[in-house]
């Protein structure tokens, strides 16, 4: 307990706060987590679905799939908490005042142990203080 005073007031003394670049990339780590472990309410609170929301997923064979947003905050039981683990890389961001649209690589392995690589570019706007998706695009990509 003494350790965890002393972090917090070590944090409240020097002042520290958490760059917009540290708190996007948090945040979808935890959107990226929260979905694979199937804690729907975690998960929907990465997002802030907006009439011009958009998801769109392409697919292996050449198709792409126009997801509806609300699917990111009240999924599908069969499809949310499927396990795995995923790692983000690559990250690349624009960021003006409260919009931002982030580009990254991921890596994704199911809980079977099949991996996935996709590129992704992610929306985001900053609302009441706080980074919150509200769109996003994937495209699988080959390793050689």
């Known amino acids: 307990m003494k350790t ?11 002042g520290y706060s958490q760059t917009d670049e540290e708190a996007i990339i948090s945040l979808l780590e935890k959107e990226s987590a929260t979905w694979r472990a199937g804690d729907i309410e975690a998960h929907a609170s990465c997002w802030s679905i907006r009439p011009y929301s958009r998801i769109f997923v392409s697919t292996a064979d050449g198709n792409s799939i126009d997801v509806p947003p609300i699917m990111m905050i009240n999924p599908p039981e069969n499809i949310i908490g499927q396990g795995g683990t995923s790692k983000n890389s690559n990250y690349k961001m624009n960021i003006a005042e ?7 690589d991921e890596e994704s392995t199911t809980a ?5 690589y996709t590129y992704e570019i992610r929306i985001l706007e900053k609302i009441d203080g706080d980074w919150k998706l509200v769109g996003q695009s994937i495209h699988p990509r080959k390793i050689d």
């Open 4 to 14: 965890l005073f002393l972090l917090l007031l070590t944090t409240i003394t020097i």
């Open 98 to 104: 409260n919009h931002a649209w982030v580009s990254h």
């Open 112 to 116: 079977d142990g099949i991996t996935n």
